[in-house]
């Protein structure tokens, strides 16, 4: 769990996700929409990936992607994603991590 918290704590948004994951596009995308540009690291294609699945797992997220962390805070899964979206939440979390400057 050190090496997730070490990774999540280097850039503003960081998301663990995996190729095949559909929910994971998705929340990359509206990000991308935003002008974020999240650091995605793709569990399926990095050394690791299976330790670093297993370290969210712990840290209690279920899936394991997509698993946003925003200004090294974890947020969720896609539907925490989606409803601090529609709450009108997610964008001033961005401004105050430092990754969405409008």
Aim: glycine share 8%; net charge neutral; aromatic share 6%.
């Amino acid at each position: 769990m050190e090496r997730v918290s070490k990774m999540v704590s280097e850039k503003p948004v960081v998301i663990f996700s995996m190729t095949t994951c559909c929910m994971s596009h998705t929340i990359i995308s509206l990000f991308s929409d935003f002008g974020v540009n999240p650091t995605v690291y793709e569990l399926d294609e990095i050394s690791r990936g299976r330790e670093i699945e297993q370290a969210l797992s712990r840290l209690g997220c279920n899936p394991t992607v997509p698993a946003v962390f925003i200004g090294g805070e974890f947020v969720g899964g896609a539907n925490e994603v989606m409803s601090l979206h529609l709450k009108r939440a997610l964008k001033p979390m961005l401004k105050r991590a430092g990754a969405l400057w409008v």
